[in-house]
Structure formats: C-alpha cells, structure tokens
C-alpha cells in the first residue's frame, strides 16, 4: 500500500517537472519521490529496484548541486542520495563501488561542516558517514583503515555527547562508535584495549 501510494505520487511529480520544467522545486520534488520508492524497495527486499530509484534521485541531485550550487540543502541532500547508493552496493555486495559513494558523501558531508560549524546535525550527519567508511574497509579486511575511520566518528560523537549532554541518541550513538572501535581492536589482536572499548560502551547502556 506505502510503495502504491509513493508510486502515485513519483507520477505526479514526474507530470509536474514536465509542466514546470527543471525548476528546483520540481527536481528535489521528484528526487524525494524517488528516495521514498526506493526506500520500500528496498525494505521490500528489492535492492537492485530500489538501486534503480536512488540512482535517479542521485541524478536529480547532483542537477540541483550544479543549479544551486554548494548550498547546505543541496550539499546535503546530494550526500544522503550518495548514502543510500552506498548502502545498496553494500547490502549487493558490492563492497569497493559502496566505498567510493561512501567516500564522496564523507567530502560533501566535511564540506558542510565546514559551512555550519559544529552543529549537531553536521556533527552526527559527517559521524553516521564515518561509520559507514569503516564499515566497508572493515568488511575488506582494512582494520587499520577501519579504525581510523572508526576513531573520527567516536571523537565527534563525544564531542555530541557534551554539546547534547546525556540524551538517549547521544548515548546510543556513543555506545556503537565505542563497539565499533571495540571490534577492530579485537580482530587487530589489541585485546586490552578492546576490553576497555567495549566496557566503557557498556557503562552507557
């Protein structure tokens, strides 16, 4: 019924880029549109269709970028299509291709921090990015790539952690950085400081 109801409407839309052109408004429109469709699809398990509607949406977005140039909306928007690409790479097995989308939205994502300062959405958007990077490079067997990446993410979760104090999605978001970090400690053989990663993770349960 959901990917009934958003197929409807990524119709509509598609009429109305038609009759409005490619107006801003039209295009991130129908690039919402699109990210809905393939957000279903894959839930659905359908991730090769769901590809198919997040690469459109990508398309959509980087039209945008070069229209409205480096705006924090467009920035934004860009990274999270280059994300969900990523993520369906990653699920595909697809490791090096999830990598290199990953890479690109980890710059846009750098690139906005730079623009907003330390916000907390900047802060956990370039975070969340991290932790996707580390996850590729850890399934490839770079652990110290991994790590870095790993270590990053967790430094600006702390930094969260004393903007936002101790609220629910800071703590959690603390706990899996410090068990991510755990984990590559562990497969490197650092089992001391795996140990300390992981019970200082657990103290925030």
Do not use: W
Request: net charge neutral; no cysteine; aromatic share 2%.
């Amino acid at each position: 019924a959901a990917r009934a109801a958003y197929a409807e409407s990524l119709s509509l839309r598609r009429q109305l880029r038609e009759g409005l052109g490619d107006s801003p408004q039209a295009l991130r429109d129908l690039s919402v549109s699109l990210n809905k469709i393939g957000d279903v699809d894959k839930a659905l398990g359908r991730l090769e269709a769901a590809r198919v509607a997040y690469a459109e949406s990508l398309s959509l977005r980087r039209q945008l970028r070069a229209v409205l140039g480096d705006s924090p909306q467009a920035l934004r928007d860009l990274s999270v299509s280059l994300n969900n690409i990523g993520d369906v790479d990653n699920a595909l097995g697809r490791l090096e291709a999830a990598r290199a989308t990953y890479a690109e939205s980890l710059g846009l994502f750098r690139q906005l921090r730079e623009a907003l300062g330390d916000s907390p959405q900047a802060l956990r958007d370039l975070s969340i990015s991290l932790d996707k990077i580390g996850n590729v490079e850890q399934a490839l067997g770079r652990l110290e790539a991994a790590r870095a990446a790993y270590a990053e993410s967790l430094s600006l979760r702390r930094q969260l952690r004393e903007v936002l104090g101790d609220s629910p999605q800071a703590l959690r978001d603390l706990s899996v950085s410090l068990n991510n970090i755990g984990d590559v400690d562990n497969a490197l053989g650092h089992l001391e400081a795996a140990r300390a990663a992981y019970a200082e993770s657990l103290s925030l349960r």
